[in-house]
C-alpha cells in the first residue's frame, strides 16, 4: 500500500517536473513589424521583450515576428483590431490611408533635420494625433520614427536636375503618392521586403527611403546617385491591439505603456545618430552620395501645400510648430 510519504514525494515530483521557467500566469504577447532583424525597430522591439519580462518578473513573455512573417502592413493591422495580433511597430501607411491627418506627418521639408523631426513627434501636435488611433481599433503608445528620407535613382539626375519621368518606388499613402505625381515621376507603391528585387530587376528607377535601408540592403551599389535630400520624416506608431487592452490588468498596462514610451523615445533619440552612422558608412563605402535640395522636385513642394493644407486642417498645426524648432 502506498505510504503518505511516499504519495507526498510523488506529487512534490510532478509539480517539480512540470515548474516551468516563467511563472504559470505569464502572458504570452506578441509583436509584428515589417523591418527585418538587423533594423532599429526590430532590434528596439527586442529590447522591449527583455524590458517587459525583467520588470513584470517573466510574466509578461513578448514574442517579435520581424520582416513581415505575420504578413504585410494592412494585414499587420487586420490582426491587431481583431485580437489576433497584440503589439505593432508600424509605419503611418495603413493608418493615412483611414485618416488623412496621419499622413500629414510625411509632409515635404516639414522639419530640417532628424533632430528637429524628434522633437515634433515629441510635441502635443503629434501626441494628441495618436488618440486618434483608437477609432482605428488600437491603442497608439508612442512615436518612433526612422531615418529622414533621401531618394535614390538608378540613372544620373538628367538636365533638369529633376526626378520627372522616373517610376520611383514610394510607401502606398496618398500624401506620398500625390508628393511624387506632383513631381512628374510614376509612383510606385512597394513594401520594404518586395524593394531589392525590384530595384535590382529594374523595375523601379529609383525609390524613396533612408541611409540605414540603403546601406544594409546595399542598394546603393544599384544607383547612379544617392540624393541625401532628407526631405521627409518616417514615423513610426507603436500600437497595442484595443481589444487586447481591455482584457489587461491596470497594473500591465502601465508597465507596457511605459515601457513602450521609453522605447520609442530611445527610438527617437537614436535617429539623427543613426543616420549619421550610415551616412559616413555609405561615403566610406563609395558611394555617390551627394546633398540634393528640393529642386529636385521641381516645384511640387509647393502645390502639394497648397492641397495638403486644406485636406488635412492638422499640418498647419504641424508647421506652425516645426517653425518653432528651427
Ligand atoms: C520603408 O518602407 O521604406 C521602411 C519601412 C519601415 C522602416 C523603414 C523604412
Given amino acids: 500500500m502506498t505510504s503518505f510519504k511516499s504519495l507526498l514525494g510523488a506529487v512534490a515530483l510532478s509539480l517539480g517536473a512540470l515548474a516551468p521557467e516563467a511563472p504559470v500566469h505569464a502572458q504570452e504577447l506578441r509583436i509584428g513589424l515589417i523591418t ?104 497608439g503608445l508612442g512615436w518612433g520614427m526612422a531615418g529622414m528620407r533621401i531618394v535614390l535613382v538608378s540613372k544620373p539626375l538628367g538636365e533638369d536636375g529633376t526626378v520627372a519621368g522616373r517610376k520611383m518606388r514610394t510607401v502606398p499613402l496618398a500624401q506620398e503618392l500625390d508628393f511624387w505625381s506632383r513631381a512628374g515621376a510614376a509612383p510606385t507603391p512597394l513594401p520594404l521586403p518586395d524593394l531589392f528585387d525590384a530595384y535590382a530587376n529594374g523595375q523601379i528607377d529609383g525609390m524613396q527611403i533612408d541611409l540605414e535601408g540603403t546601406f544594409n540592403t546595399r542598394f546603393h551599389d544599384y544607383s547612379a546617385a544617392v540624393l541625401d535630400s532628407e526631405h521627409m520624416i518616417f514615423p513610426m506608431i507603436a500600437v497595442v491591439s484595443a481589444r487586447k487592452w481591455q482584457t489587461l490588468t491596470e497594473e500591465d498596462r502601465a508597465l507596457i505603456a511605459r515601457l513602450v514610451a521609453e522605447e520609442t523615445a530611445a527610438i527617437r533619440a537614436a535617429y539623427p545618430g543613426i543616420d549619421a552612422d550610415y551616412r559616413a558608412r555609405l561615403a566610406e563605402d563609395g558611394a555617390p552620395l551627394v546633398k540634393a535640395g528640393p529642386e529636385i522636385f521641381g516645384n511640387a513642394v509647393e502645390t502639394w501645400y497648397e492641397e495638403w493644407r486644406g485636406r488635412t486642417p492638422i499640418l498647419t498645426a504641424l508647421e506652425a510648430e516645426a517653425a518653432t524648432l528651427r
Fill in 36 to 139: 527585418p532583424p538587423a533594423h532599429q525597430w526590430t532590434k528596439s522591439a527586442a529590447h522591449l521583450a527583455e524590458r517587459l519580462a525583467e520588470e513584470s518578473g517573466e510574466r509578461l513573455v513578448l514574442t517579435v515576428f520581424s520582416s513581415g512573417q505575420l504578413g504585410n502592413e494592412a494585414q499587420l493591422l487586420q490582426q491587431l483590431q481583431a485580437g489576433a495580433l497584440d503589439m505593432a511597430f508600424m509605419t503611418v501607411g495603413e493608418f493615412a490611408n483611414r485618416d488623412a491627418e496621419f499622413g500629414a506627418l510625411t509632409a515635404p521639408y516639414l522639419v530640417e533635420s532628424a533632430e528637429q523631426a524628434a522633437q515634433l513627434l515629441e510635441g502635443p501636435t503629434a501626441t494628441g494625433l495618436l488618440d486618434k488611433a483608437l477609432d482605428l481599433g488600437v491603442v
